[in-house]
């Protein structure tokens, strides 16, 4: 079975500082991952995807996630926090080698940015 | 533009009642999933579709019905089975299996509530 941990319900960063959104995962064999972000009553919008080369990903807005296999992580990352950035925010995992190439959520993580 | 349209945005619906909530994408995806967000559950997996006329039970499907009469279409049953029907739902569409697989297009979501 695959499964991600979300290991924070909430982060809290004020505007201009780095922001460091955490996940890891489970999967048998290779995983792909993937960030996406959810705004109130919104559907979620994908992020950034890491499915093999690079380690760092760089996807919209500015985001950026590294992959590492040794810790089985997918931090989600941006060197300058916005206030329109607080949004709720989902790691996904999904394997189709040795899991499931339908993607397991994260239990989401609410990001707040303070001016 | 390319898209997944869900309607109706918001429903209620009484005790005991069927209720259908729509999905349609124009993406031309051959994968389609129906997901159930709750507060600090994240997404749970309801149905999904990798071809027409075929799916499968995802990890909470009962109290649902769907059907995949075309590919554009995904629309989800909640039945009067399930018995806490009250959430906001998510559809989604992808490519299929490969190297796109777990990278969602979602809907903007419809928000269900049981009076």
């Known amino acids: 079975a695959q499964s991600v941990a979300q290991p924070e319900d909430q982060v809290n960063v004020a505007e201009g500082n780095p922001l460091t959104v955490k996940c890891t995962y489970s999967?048998?064999?290779?995983?792909?991952l993937f960030w996406y972000v959810q705004y109130p009553n919104r559907g979620l919008q994908f992020l950034l995807k890491?499915?093999?080369?690079?380690?760092l990903v760089k996807g919209s807005y500015g985001f950026e996630a590294e992959f590492n296999k040794s810790q089985t992580s997918f931090h989600l990352k941006k060197p300058s926090a916005l206030v329109s950035d607080s949004a709720l925010y989902f790691c996904?995992?999904?394997?189709?080698?040795?899991?499931?190439?339908?993607?397991?959520f994260g239990r989401g993580t609410s990001l707040i940015v303070h001016p | 533009d390319g898209g997944i349209t869900q309607s109706p945005k918001y429903l209620f619906r009484k005790e005991g009642q069927n209720v259908t909530l729509s999905c349609e994408q124009n993406?031309?995806?051959?994968?389609m999933y129906w997901y159930r967000q709750d507060p600090g559950q994240g997404l749970r997996l309801i149905y999904y579709?990798?071809?027409?006329?075929?799916?499968q039970k995802g990890d909470i499907a009962e109290g649902y019905s769907v059907s995949r009469e075309k590919k554009e279409s995904f629309p989800l049953t909640v039945t009067s089975a399930q018995k806490n029907p009250t959430a906001f739902y998510l559809c989604?569409?992808?490519?299929?299996?490969?190297?796109?697989?777990?990278?969602?297009?979602f809907g903007e979501g419809s928000r269900l509530t049981v009076l």
């Open positions: 579709s990798q071809i027409v006329n075929d799916f």
């Open positions: 996904a995992v999904s394997s189709p080698w040795g899991g499931s190439y339908i993607p397991t």
């Open positions: 989604a569409s992808s490519i299929g299996q490969g190297p796109g697989t777990g990278e969602l297009f």
């Open positions: 890491y499915i093999t080369g690079d380690n």
């Open positions: 993406l031309n995806h051959d994968a």
């Open positions: 999967v048998s064999g290779n995983p792909y």
